[in-house]
């Protein structure tokens, strides 16, 4: 693998977030030979998405190293000295030394191990890959819900009302979808609206009261337009005396003007 040296110290240097980063002593690896006494260097660690740099400190301005995590695993090892909480990143490829890395603790180690078993494309490929079959079968349940609702929906809407009437003139009446007047009065304008109601079911309390036999058009159904019709029958009513107190006061005015 190629990599362009600007590029990567460019890249661990620049402000974009880094996914885990600490102190940890290596032993070996690039730029970081192991020390005399076997103790192994402090460095200090920085991962962003699946590269590992190491810096000589927090301060660093140059990368002394860096790991490409990819094709390798992590796992808890062994370190030189006893009271170490050691990891190793071994490679599958042949003839590549792994990367013996310790941490300060025992919580600090099971983080940086977290950190770098999740940080390769392979991870993240095996992670969209699970996520996308979860949506899969969350789509297909709840394209089955809604079957069977409207299932249930449509079964019940045909128990509620088996003989309702298809649209048009019942008694001189326009029927809407549910069966409730459009008019408000009569063609022929003798009765008013609510009195030629189409017998078929109505949903709600009108079920109730049509299968007992009492008319439909009371303020206890839940009908809009039945309600509509039965608290606008004083109105009408109204509007009619007035038409006909009008009606009957023109011709004793129209007597009146004449010489």
């Known amino acids: 693998m190629k990599l362009n040296e600007r590029s990567v110290a460019h890249y661990a240097l620049s402000n974009s977030p880094a996914d885990h980063m600490g102190f940890l002593r290596t032993w070996g690896g690039a730029g970081t030979p192991p020390t005399p006494s076997g103790t192994g260097r402090r460095c200090w660690f920085v991962l962003k998405g699946n590269l590992l740099f190491s810096f000589e400190s927090r301060e660093g301005r140059a990368p002394l190293g860096l790991v490409v995590l990819e094709g390798c695993t992590v796992e808890l090892a062994e370190a030189p000295m006893s009271e170490e909480f050691a990891f190793a990143i071994r ?25 770098l078993s999740r940080a390769s494309f392979g991870y993240m490929r095996l992670v969209v890959r699970e996520l996308e079959s979860q949506l899969r079968d969350a789509r297909q349940s709840l394209a089955l819900h809604r079957h069977s609702s409207w299932k249930a929906i449509t079964s019940r809407c045909k128990l509620q009302a088996p003989d309702c009437l298809p649209r048009g003139l019942e008694n001189g009446y326009s029927l809407s979808r549910d069966c409730s007047p459009i008019g408000l009065v009569e063609e022929g304008g003798s009765r008013p609206a609510g009195s030629g109601l189409a017998e078929c079911e109505l949903q709600g309390p009108a079920n109730f009261l049509l299968g007992s036999g009492q008319s439909p058009v009371s303020p206890e159904t839940s009908c809009f337009s039945t309600l509509h019709d039965w608290y606008g029958k004083e109105i009408l009513e109204l509007r009619q005396g007035w038409l006909q107190r009008a009606q009957g006061s023109q011709p004793k005015c129209e007597g009146q003007d004449r010489p």
Not at 104 to 109: K, L, N, R, V
């Open 91 to 115: 490679f599958n490829a042949p003839g590549v030394r792994p990367h013996l890395l310790a941490a300060d603790g025992s919580a600090a180690q099971e983080a940086w191990v977290k950190a």
